[in-house]
C-alpha cells in the first residue's frame, strides 16, 4: 500500500499507485501489446489463447474477457493502457466510461462537458461522508 491511506478512501476511484503498477505490470504490457495490428488480429481471433500467453493472474484475465473494465482496473489496469483494448474493439472512450460510471454515454458527455463530476456527494468511504 502506498504509505497515504486516504488514497484509498475516495469512492469510485482506484488510484495508480505503484503497488498497482506492478500489480497490473503484465496486464498493462498486455494491453500495450495491440498497438502491433497482427497483435490484435491474434486477439480478437481467439482472445483466451492470446492471454493465455501473458504472465497474468485468472482475475486480469477474467477481467478483460467481460470487459470488465472496473475490474481490471481493481486488477492493476491504468485506465490509459485499457484504451487499447477499447480501441481494438471499436469501443470509444466515453462508450467505456458510461459503462464504468453506469451512466449513459450521452450523459456522461455532458457531464464531462460542464466540467467533471460534481465535488458534491460521498467524499470518503471509510467516514460514508
Keep these: 500500500m502506498s504509505g497515504d491511506p486516504g488514497l484509498y478512501d475516495i469512492p469510485g476511484t482506484t488510484v495508480f499507485t505503484g503497488v498497482q503498477t506492478r500489480k497490473g505490470y503484465h496486464l498493462n504490457q498486455f494491453c500495450m501489446s495491440l498497438r502491433v495490428a ?18 497474468m493472474t485468472e482475475a486480469q ?22 484504451a487499447k483494448i477499447f480501441a481494438t474493439d471499436g469501443t470509444s472512450f466515453p462508450e467505456a466510461a458510461s459503462l464504468m460510471t453506469g451512466v449513459s454515454v450521452a450523459d456522461y458527455t455532458a457531464m464531462m462537458l460542464a466540467g467533471g463530476r460534481s465535488p458534491e456527494g460521498q467524499r470518503s468511504i471509510k467516514e460514508g461522508r
Excluded: C, H, M, S
Excluded at 497482427?38 to 504472465?55: K, M, S
Excluded at 475490474?71 to 485506465?79: D, H, Q, V, Y
Design 38 to 55: 497482427a497483435n490484435r488480429v491474434r486477439f480478437l481471433a481467439d482472445e483466451r489463447a492470446y492471454l493465455d500467453e501473458w504472465p
Design 61 to 82: 484475465k477474467q477481467a478483460v474477457l467481460t470487459r470488465d473494465w472496473n475490474a481490471a482496473l481493481t486488477e492493476g489496469g491504468n485506465i490509459y493502457f485499457l
